[in-house]
């Protein structure tokens, strides 16, 4: 069953219907669902569907004359002679019906023939561009998708009249996998496997978030248990460095300074690691929400849950696990969850004030919004809110503390965030949202309702008449 991508099916659908050439370069990190993506939408249309593979220049053409020649005549005559016969034969070929060319893991083919973005770009200025063809690049080299098809220094470059990055799922969409689950376990299972939907397809509803710890990522053989090593060996070499990045970072290092010291390596070698890690989507950097991206004071996050809780409790632990019964591994896994869970709450509660945004829901349209830390003059100690919202003249802002335990929010934590909140002199609008798995005392109940003060639940995070 196919599920999500609202939003892409309905671009890839405008673009289809829009007369004369159409050309999207859809690209995303590996295992993110593109391919799953255009299968969903070619399916309703005529369509060339080519997926190059990682071999030599000569054999992904063979496949790729064969795939247009059958789709022409349903008879293959023959390799091409070269890349510009293939897509002249193909260009001459298109009717005055709309057609559809999707080429899947488009550097595959550009890795092993660089020219062939020079034959293209001819062949769309030649040919393509005055038939009623639709074409499709996609690739999972997001580096190479963006510079050397996207970039102003690739023959491609302006001739592309979409651009799509396939993202992760965000917590509601991944949810979406785990119908019979509670909303905290569907909480616990985008925390652990993050928004990717080859991940979330490997865990079931049926068993618990334990059992499948245990029969998806601990017992031998099982298909996540060398999953971030071996999508890394795809994309990287030499992978000891960027093990400890990871490692440090799951660990709490954040700053590029700590991150350097805990893994013994210079601050220049350590950065260039992580901006190559950050080129692939699975390090980011943040700074604090209102600062701008060159503040000096930003931190290094992983972007994706499955490589957070893997670097977390896997990797270092493997040889150890082994040694255990998987069920008594994910038992003890299981026990440390809760507090693995406080960051990734915070981030989960950050997407639901971002779809609240985007349906009007608050108090104004957020300019800025993210995590804030930094010095508090009042307490003369580093502070920080989990999440801080500012309009754009910086008049209005909005405050949000997340707790991610069982207890029930309690009065201290809520002066916590008055408090933390009073650094910020500007704004005269001042809003309070507070986000707790426990549940909220009697008297925070009660000022809440006199200070106007969100409380939000975590069945509320699934309301669909809200979000």
């Known amino acids: 069953m196919f599920i999500g991508r609202k939003s892409e099916l309905a671009l890839l659908e405008k673009m289809y219907q829009k007369e004369g050439f159409q050309f999207l370069v859809l690209y995303g990190r590996r295992r993110v669902g593109k391919t799953s993506l255009l299968c969903e939408f070619a399916k309703k249309y ?3 569907f080519f997926s190059a593979q990682e071999k030599n220049d000569a054999l992904n053409l063979e496949d790729f004359s064969k795939t247009v020649q059958k789709h022409f005549s349903e008879n293959y005559f023959g390799t091409f002679s ?4 293939a897509f002249q034969y193909l260009g001459d070929r298109a009717s005055g019906e709309r057609l559809i060319l999707i080429i899947d893991e488009f550097p595959f083919i550009a890795g092993e023939n660089p020219s062939i973005k020079s034959i293209l770009q001819h062949t ?5 561009k005055e038939k009623n063809i639709f074409l499709i690049l996609c690739g999972s080299s997001v580096s190479f998708m ?4 996207m970039g102003y220094k690739s023959p491609l470059y302006g001739r592309s009249t979409g651009q799509l990055e396939v993202l992760p799922f965000d917590y509601y969409d991944s949810s979406l996998f785990f119908e019979k689950y509670s909303n905290i376990d569907k909480l616990l299972a985008y925390g652990i496997l993050g928004g990717v939907p080859c991940y979330l397809n490997a865990f079931s509803d049926k068993i ?3 059992k499948n710890i245990a029969e998806q990522i601990i017992r031998t053989g099982a298909f996540l248990k060398d999953e971030p090593q071996l999508l890394l060996k795809m994309e990287l070499r030499e992978l000891s460095v960027y093990n400890s990045i990871f ?5 709490g290092a954040s700053r590029l300074n700590d991150i350097s010291l805990k893994i013994h390596e210079e601050s220049q070698k350590c950065s260039k690691y992580i901006n190559t890690l950050r080129s692939i989507k699975l390090i980011e950097r943040i700074t604090p929400s209102g600062d701008d991206e060159s503040s000096k004071k930003s931190l290094y996050k992983i972007a994706d849950n499955y490589f957070s809780f893997w670097y977390k409790f896997i990797f270092s632990n493997m040889s150890y696990y082994e040694l255990l019964d998987a069920n008594e591994a994910a038992e003890e896994i299981a026990g440390e969850l809760p507090d693995y869970m406080g960051n990734i709450f915070e981030n989960i509660c950050l997407q639901y004030m971002l779809r609240l945004a985007k349906n009007k829901k608050l108090p104004f349209v957020p300019y800025s919004i993210g995590r804030w830390w930094g010095a508090n003059p009042i307490t003369k100690k580093q502070d920080d809110i989990d999440i801080l919202a500012l309009n754009k003249n910086g008049d209005a802002a909005i405050f949000c503390e997340c707790k991610f335990r069982n207890s029930a929010f309690d009065m201290k934590e809520y002066d916590d965030l008055i408090c933390a909140s009073n650094i910020f002199t500007k704004p005269e609008k001042r809003y309070y949202y507070l986000f707790s798995k426990g549940g909220y005392t009697k008297a925070v109940c009660e000022r809440a309702k006199e200070d106007g003060t969100v409380l939000v639940s975590i069945d509320d995070l699934f309301d669909d008449n809200v979000i």
Do not use: G, L, R, Y
Not at 124 to 128: A, G
């Open 46 to 48: 005529k369509s060339i």
């Open 82 to 85: 070269d890349w510009q016969t």
């Open 124 to 128: 769309i200025d030649h040919n393509f």
């Open 146 to 149: 963006e510079n050397e098809i």
């Open 208 to 210: 618990s978030i334990k």
């Open 247 to 251: 490692e440090a970072i799951a660990d």
